[in-house]
């Protein structure tokens, strides 16, 4: 019986090896680190399962980005526990979206940007890639900003100059790279484990009211008809999601040295998307914790218009009657800039060699990048003072969901497609919630940006 085109392609994958396979595709991204961690075909299921662990963690920390921060003190505060369903559906999204980010670099053997640069005309590649740097340098803003803000908390150092100082960041990268990608793994996940615990004791201070958090998981009609619930629903679901981590799994999950037969790209994608899911359910607890803290202490003692992170660090000692709130405030604060610093580095890198194929040192990407971010944020802060930063931070995460269909709309084209996908193309019932995602964000977005123009 003769085979079809697309088990030609699988049988000819599994013939000739990876790396002349994946040589006939071009370099991967993040080249020295791909395929460096090994996945042992004769390992116990538990053994393959811990050394897919790792990748996930590294997409959370979009849940904790600063600006996230932002919008989540900003619904807290204004609406209570309302927008908590917000955060659910964003996990939700996430979980979807990344388990497509995972299957199309297992099953393609690229990540989504040379993806899309493998698929488009020039001229929409470059569209692409304009627009996912701009989502990049909106992420940049928001780690520049809350890295300042909790330099500024934690030991007094004036905002102009923490802002400066956050560009020396790059050293940490590049000494966490030459060290190894578990390393990197390993910092993102002991930061993550001082936010929650940080988070806990707040929360276990704070005393919330469970039954109006449970409540605040249903929606609610309101989020489509307030404008100012929208733009702060808008506001989490772009922190949350967060077009560069799209990009930033589709490669990441190729670091992990998984056989080419197609049992074990299928077993590599089980792993992966545990991995991920696990991350991500653990990831929503400490952006609930966020919203919940925020409503518990300041929408009930009637602060609701708490947006800005100094206020919100000032605010808590006096109302949750201990000094120690405020610092543990602070130190997740930090930990939260840290950790985004690690990820929008790499998420920029493989941005850039992905779409336009154009390779750079890790180092000046970063400086380059940081240094379009600082501009802003530093003419901010000197022209308006820190009062002015919690605004600016929420528009960043809007800004960035308003770039999420522009990687999301390519990510479902591709992984519904059996010509690029082979075997592993997506199931119907994944792709036809996938557009319900993609529609849903981009009604959203239109409406958003519709009542703009009127209220404008």
Known sequence: MALSGNELQEKSRDQIG?????RQRGDPSLVEVFRSIPVRANASTFRKFTAFLGPGYLVAVGYMDPGNWATSLAGGSRFGYALLFIALLSNLMAILLQHLCARLAIATGRDLAQA?????????AWMLWF??????VATDIAEVIGTAIGLNLLFGIPLELGVVITALDVFLILWLQNKGFRWIEAFVITLLGVIAVCFL???LLADPNWGEVIRGFAP???IITNPDMLYLALGIIGATVMPHNLYLHSSIVQTRAYGESLPERREALKFAT???TIALMFALTVNASILILAAATFNVSGQTGV???GEAHSLLAPLLGLALAPTLFAIALLCCGLNSTVTATMAGQIVMEGFINFRIAPWLRRLITRGLAIIPAAGVTILYGEAQTGKLLILTQVTLSLQLPFAVVPLV?????RAKMGALVAPRWITAIAVLVAALIIVLNVKLVFDFLIGS
């Open 131 to 136: 627009l996912a740097e701009i989502a990049i």
């Open 116 to 124: 899309c640069r493998d698929a488009f005309p020039r001229p929409i």
């Open 201 to 203: 004791v707040q929360i």
């Open 274 to 276: 545990l991995d991920s």
């Open 220 to 222: 609610t009609t309101q």
């Open 307 to 309: 947006e800005d992170l």
């Open 413 to 417: 084209m591709m992984t519904s497609s």
């Open 18 to 22: 990876d790396q002349a396979w994946l």
